[in-house]
């Protein structure tokens, strides 16, 4: 079974400072994972993944996500945070392993603040 | 690529009547995922399907739901009858099932209000 955990439902952040947004995961193999953005009434919109290589991944809007398989985390990251960034972030995994299953799990969601 | 294109976007009913959305995936692609985004629950995943078969439908709620895809371009979510409590954004999505490695990705999104 696979799984997604963003243990943070809301993160706040002053406009230009660095932001994280945590996501931890569980898969029985090896994991894809990806993180999406939705803006406000609309989709989720994919932002970047990791597939393999290089563990730092970059991604739109200047965003990155580290893999780091020790820790099963794959935290996004932005060096200076905009005010436009302010929305809700998912993280999802997909298992190498699991070859039946071709849905992502989708972590709860985290809900960006960045204040002017 | 258009992407994925679904309809309506907004739908109004009252409990009781049949609700049908509409979704047509990126073309090529072989998988269709239903997905339901509510503020309670957060995003479920309803059903899915591979080359227009359904391989795993556990999320859907109850018997009220149904969902096809007659061929690789269309799929249709019907609720009926609806009732207030599946009042929700539902988001249908695409895969290319080409690499487990693909970007799984997302239509706008369908609004639905059921008073």
Same mark, same amino acid.
């Given at each position: 079974?696979?799984?997604?955990?963003?243990? /943070?439902?809301?993160? @706040?952040?002053?406009?230009?400072?660095?932001?994280?947004? *945590?996501?931890?995961?569980? $898969? !029985?193999?090896?994991?894809?994972?990806?993180?999406?953005?939705?803006?406000?009434?609309?989709?989720?919109?994919?932002?970047?993944?990791?597939?393999?290589?290089?563990?730092?991944?970059?991604?739109?809007?200047?965003? /990155?996500?580290?893999? @780091?398989?020790?820790?099963?985390?794959?935290?996004?990251? *932005?060096?200076?945070?905009? $005010? !436009?960034?302010?929305?809700?972030?998912?993280?999802?995994?997909?298992?190498?392993?699991?070859?039946?299953?071709?849905?992502?799990?989708?972590?709860?969601?985290?809900?960006?603040?960045?204040?002017? | 690529?258009?992407?994925?294109?679904?309809?309506?976007?907004?739908?109004?009913?009252?409990?009781?009547?049949?609700?049908?959305?509409?979704?047509?995936?990126?073309?090529?692609?072989?998988?269709?995922?239903?997905?339901?985004?509510?503020?309670?629950?957060?995003?479920?995943?309803?059903?899915?399907?591979?080359?227009?078969?359904?391989?795993?439908?556990?999320?859907?709620?109850?018997?009220?739901?149904?969902?096809?895809?007659?061929?690789?371009?269309?799929?249709?979510?019907?609720?009926?009858?609806?009732?207030?409590?599946?009042?929700?954004?539902?988001?249908?999505?695409?895969?290319?099932?080409?690499?487990?490695?693909?970007?799984?990705?997302?239509?706008?999104?369908?609004?639905?209000?059921?008073?």
């Amino acid at each position: 079974a696979q799984s997604v955990a963003q243990p /943070e439902d809301q993160v @706040n952040v002053a406009e230009g400072n660095p932001l994280t947004v *945590k996501c931890t995961y569980s $898969v !029985s193999g090896n994991p894809y994972l990806f993180w999406y953005v939705q803006y406000p009434n609309r989709g989720l919109q994919f932002l970047l993944k990791y597939i393999t290589g290089d563990n730092l991944v970059k991604g739109s809007y200047g965003f /990155e996500a580290e893999f @780091n398989k020790s820790q099963t985390s794959f935290h996004l990251k *932005k060096p200076s945070a905009l $005010v !436009s960034d302010s929305a809700l972030y998912f993280c999802a995994v997909r298992d190498r392993m699991d070859t039946g299953r071709r849905a992502l799990t989708f972590g709860s969601g985290t809900r960006l603040q960045v204040q002017p | 690529d258009a992407g994925v294109i679904q309809s309506p976007r907004h739908e109004v009913t009252e409990m009781g009547q049949e609700v049908t959305l509409r979704c047509k995936p990126i073309s090529g692609h072989n998988s269709l995922f239903w997905y339901r985004q509510t503020m309670m629950r957060g995003l479920e995943l309803l059903i899915y399907f591979n080359n227009n078969v359904p391989i795993d439908d556990s999320g859907m709620p109850e018997d009220r739901f149904s969902a096809k895809m007659p061929n690789a371009s269309f799929s249709t979510l019907k609720i009926q009858p609806s009732e207030p409590r599946d009042s929700a954004v539902y988001f249908c999505a695409s895969f290319s099932g080409q690499a487990w490695g693909e970007t799984q990705y997302f239509g706008p999104g369908t609004r639905l209000l059921v008073l």
